[in-house]
């Protein structure tokens, strides 16, 4: 069973080299750098080697063997290119035996850089809710491997992401940091409609919005011109991932849904960059789902009735609504313990009724949002228990949720 095979990644053991003296040291974070992977192993994150705790070097001692994966690409090494993976092993002099050869790692690159992909997966149990189906996000490394980076449950007939899952490794403030941004990649099997990053833009979803609210297309009551405007919102978050090949994984139209700016770059942001200081700060390995739920709403000019906003809207087709909640569970598996952080996605908007269970973040000292502040993103904390209750008959929660209680929340 496939999902059953990636639920088993998430078995918590520590993900670093331990050793403090060692003979060979390779630098992850080099340019071109090749995927530095225990050998016959393809389970993220725990295949993958990281520095010690602090550090961004990786210390090997002699005889340790290591695999060097370049996904779609080539494994350069003195003038000899070998497509995808090559197998090294450190030796005394301080310099990998690859092949007959004994390199510096910094003459191991790839040809360029590492790329993802999406695969559907294919088996009974790859559905998760009403028209809606499992993918892996992450990289060929060949010979029948593959490391998964997330996984997504995609709604085809909405053309949105119902909720996505990953790890948050324990050093993670330690990782790849960079400003850089490139296009979002759709995968188009996911699609019925083409281009949907051009529903994003600020003129496209002013107008779309305008049209079902009784507004001139041009109208900036709602969609302004500062940052009262709908973007993509990611579910897995870059910085969520140590390595740059993966953090760049994460700009997949597959794994974004549309979120007002105000949101995603205040309270939401605060609440991505409080979850990795949590695993950073407890040295723990927490594994996140991120989701939607509901379909906000603006009132119609006319009649002040409340209308579901979406951003394709083509007559009686209507898809990629802007969600009325986003939600992350976050769960600690070592101590058993978890919790929701949930957060009103539409700064027009007060609760509302869209506290959908008994707020508990005043015993959380770890959250540093700006929780009632509406154009920031009005937010709040629930147990999972209490949240599985709320969301049970709309929204298809993960099976593999512990059904945890009060009692077992993340402090």
């Known amino acids: 069973m496939i999902l059953s095979n990636f639920y088993c990644l998430y078995i918590i053991v520590s993900p670093f080299i331990i050793n403090v003296t060692a003979d060979c040291l390779a630098n992850p974070f080099q340019h071109r750098s090749p995927f530095l992977i225990r050998p016959e192993t393809n389970e993220y994150p725990f295949s993958i080697i990281y520095p010690n705790f602090g550090e ?18 080539e494994v ?13 092993t450190c030796t005394s002099s301080g310099r990998f035996e690859m092949n007959g050869k004994r390199i510096l790692f910094e003459n191991i690159v790839c040809s360029d850089e590492p790329r993802s992909e999406t695969r559907l997966l294919v088996s ?37 992401p119902s909720y996505t899952r990953h790890t948050i490794i ?21 699609y019925r409609t083409n281009n949907i990053d051009n529903f994003y833009t600020r003129n496209k979803h002013r107008s779309t919005i305008n049209r079902l609210i009784g507004l001139p297309d041009s109208s900036t009551k709602y969609i302004q011109n500062d940052y009262k405007f709908i973007s993509r919102g990611h579910l897995v978050a870059k910085k969520d991932f140590f390595y740059r090949s993966f953090q760049m994984a994460t700009f997949r139209m597959i794994n974004v849904a549309p979120q007002w700016q105000t949101f995603n770059g205040f309270n939401w942001n605060q609440v991505e960059i409080d979850t990795r200081n949590y695993a950073n700060d407890n040295e723990l390995n927490l594994e996140v789902y991120t989701g939607i739920f509901g379909v906000d709403t603006l009132q119609h000019e006319n009649n002040n009735q409340d209308i579901p906003l979406y951003l394709i809207s083509h007559g009686n087709h209507l898809a990629l609504p802007v969600p009325a909640l986003f939600w992350k569970i976050i769960y600690d598996s070592t101590n058993n313990k978890g919790i929701v952080l949930i957060g009103l996605n539409n700064p027009y908007k007060r609760d509302d009724g869209n506290v959908i269970c008994s707020d508990i973040s005043k015993q959380i000292n770890w959250l540093t949002w700006d929780q ?10 629930c147990t999972i228990t209490s949240f599985r209750y709320a969301v049970q008959e709309q929204l298809h929660v993960p099976d593999d949720i512990p059904d945890l209680g009060l009692e077992e929340i993340l402090v």
Do not use: W
Request: charged share 20%.
């Open 56 to 73: 961004t070097v990786i210390r090997f001692n002699a005889g340790d063997a290591i695999e060097f994966a370049c996904p779609h690409q």
């Open 124 to 160: 009974s149990n790859s559905q998760c809710g009403n028209n809606a189906r499992l993918a892996e996000v992450g990289f060929d490394i060949g010979r029948n491997r593959f490391l998964t980076a997330y996984i997504v449950c995609f709604d085809y007939y909405n053309e949105i």
């Open 76 to 88: 350069v090494y003195s003038e000899i290119r070998t497509p995808t993976m090559v197998r090294g």
């Open 372 to 381: 009632f502040n509406v154009q920031k993103g009005y937010s709040y904390a």
């Open 170 to 190: 324990s050093n993670i403030n330690f990782g790849f940091n960079t400003k850089e941004r490139p296009f979002f990649i759709q995968d188009d099997d996911f």
